[in-house]
């Protein structure tokens, strides 16, 4: 099935520094790629939607200066989480779509990335 | 109205039987239908997917999908403590994923 890797799987970091989170389609290539963060016991929260070579779209509520996305290639897309503060502490989720294997364009989830602001 | 409602549960089922998960969708022009299991503290790990009316079937699992009463469900045949997570519906339309808030399922040893 379609592999979606995410790196790092788990950071801690202090207040005011920026962390770079990647999310990588490993054995497809994906022009759409999707970040989400989901807090514990809650639901997943879309943040925006990544497309290859173009901006980001943001859900309403998310801060585009604060959550930095680029989607440079068809198989990479980055979130940067700029000046983390503790409340940014979260399960961070990257997602891609793959058109190759029912042509529906199916949602792969990466692993994820448990961020911790201390 | 939330696009996607699903009963958060808990579900409990004791082992080897049926487990039936459902979940139903307000936008009539969604297109297609997916079924996630998520363990705790791990990300979504896509089970099914349906687009068209009826029964689509893989290995223990069965989706079903209603467009008429825009439903859409679940079923687990033979259920074990394996199985038990929990588990997202979600419905796509014009480029957007709409997730359910999951169900809780617990299969009883």
């Known amino acids: 099935g379609a592999v979606v890797s995410q790196h790092p799987s788990r950071v801690i970091c202090k207040s005011g520094t920026s962390v770079k989170i990647e999310c990588r389609s490993l054995?497809?290539?994906?022009?759409?790629m999707f970040w989400y963060r989901q807090f514990p016991k809650q639901s997943l929260m879309l943040m925006a939607t990544s497309n290859e070579g173009s901006k980001a779209t943001y859900e309403q509520g998310v801060e585009k200066d604060k959550f930095l996305i680029n989607h440079a290639s068809l198989t990479l897309s980055t979130l940067t989480v700029t000046s983390a503060h503790p409340e940014d502490s979260s399960f961070y989720i990257c997602?891609?779509?793959?058109?190759?294997?029912?042509?529906?364009?199916?949602?792969?989830f990466g692993p994820g990335t448990r961020l911790t602001v201390l | 109205q939330k696009e996607v409602e699903q009963n958060s549960g808990p579900l409990s089922v004791p082992e080897g039987a049926i487990a039936s998960l459902n979940c139903t969708y307000s936008d009539r022009g969604s297109q297609s239908f997916f079924w996630y299991r998520q363990y705790s503290g791990k990300s979504p790990e896509l089970i099914m997917s349906?687009?068209?009316?009826g029964d689509k079937e893989d290995g223990r699992f069965t989706a079903q999908l209603n467009k008429a009463s825009q439903y859409v469900s679940l079923l687990i045949r033979d259920s074990q403590p394996s199985d038990s997570a929990t588990y997202l519906c979600?419905?796509?339309?014009?480029?957007?994923?709409?997730f359910g808030s999951g169900t809780k399922l617990n299969v009883k040893p």
């Open positions: 979600a419905s796509y339309n014009f480029n957007k994923f709409y």
């Open positions: 349906i687009y068209s009316n």
């Open positions: 054995d497809f290539q994906a022009t759409t």
């Open positions: 997602s891609a779509r793959d058109f190759g294997r029912q042509g529906i364009g199916e949602q792969f």
